[in-house]
């Protein structure tokens, strides 16, 4: 398994803060719940994928909210996070990261590679697979105050035709599976496939088309989250 500790930069109206890749998610979302507050509650944008160079989903993760999201809550929902991140990252073949949501707040990214989940243009989990995944619901239930999507890749290999809907099962088939270990429907609030229109390395190269085969699972605040954060009994 991997935790990637992924480069914090949280954007407000007169300040850049860089340098934060040792801080705790607790130190990031004080941080960034004040940033959030001082702005409304407006949404600033997911930053997913953007550290490394690469191209990447820039998918929007995060929960609806109308109100403003202060430094205290931001802190719990770190505090929170950072957790779900250290459970994750013991599940085997995880690659997990921190990263930003819609909201400015502390979210975790997990990736599962392809090859490792399935056989090549194949959309059925191996056993490796199901062990694997049976580890990463026990995580998911544990942390059911969190909201789930999950997304399928491919590589540019071969057609659209072929390549959408093969990512479209792929996603399906974790979510299913997933499904059926015990994590409550409601927790998982999509299930898409982006084919290979989002690669996160250069698909000329055979190392790059396999880290483009992919399943991400992202974890962030639901809005039930961010209620008990704000009114302090978020644990």
């Known amino acids: 398994m991997k935790f990637v500790k992924t480069i914090c930069i949280v954007l407000s109206s007169a300040l850049i803060l860089s340098s934060c890749g040792s801080w705790s998610n607790l130190a990031k979302g004080t941080t960034i719940g004040a940033a959030g507050g001082a702005l409304g509650g407006a949404v600033i944008g997911a930053i997913i994928g953007k550290f490394t160079g690469k191209t990447g989903t820039?998918?929007?993760?995060?929960?609806?909210?109308g109100t403003a999201v202060g430094a205290g809550t931001g802190a719990l929902i770190g505090k929170r996070m950072d957790n779900a991140a250290e459970a994750a990252a013991q599940v085997e073949n995880a690659t997990v990261q921190t990263i930003t949501d819609t909201n400015n707040l502390t979210a975790v990214k997990v990736t599962?590679?392809?090859?490792?989940?399935?056989?090549?243009?194949?959309?059925?989990?191996?056993?490796?697979?199901?062990?694997?995944?049976?580890?990463?619901?026990?995580?998911?239930?544990?942390?059911?105050d969190a909201d789930v999507v999950i997304y399928g890749h491919t590589d540019s290999t071969g057609s659209d035709a072929i390549n959408d809907?093969?990512?479209v099962k792929r996603a399906e088939?974790?979510?299913?599976?997933?499904?059926?270990?015990?994590?409550?429907?409601?927790?998982?609030k999509s299930v898409e496939g982006f084919g290979s229109k989002q690669p996160v390395a250069d698909n000329s190269t055979a190392a790059g088309r396999a880290e483009n085969r992919r399943v991400e699972i992202y974890l962030y605040?639901?809005?039930?989250?961010?209620?008990?954060?704000?009114?302090?009994?978020?644990?």
């Not at 605040?221 to 644990?235: H, P, Q, V, Y």
């Open 165 to 167: 809907p093969l990512s």
């Open 221 to 235: 605040a639901s809005a039930e989250m961010i209620d008990a954060a704000n009114n302090g009994t978020l644990k």
């Open 58 to 65: 820039g998918a929007a993760i995060g929960a609806a909210v």
């Open 112 to 144: 599962f590679d392809s090859g490792v989940l399935f056989e090549t243009n194949k959309y059925s989990l191996n056993k490796s697979a199901q062990n694997n995944l049976a580890e990463f619901a026990k995580v998911l239930i544990e942390f059911s």
């Open 173 to 188: 088939a974790v979510s299913g599976y997933l499904l059926s270990k015990g994590v409550p429907e409601s927790q998982i």
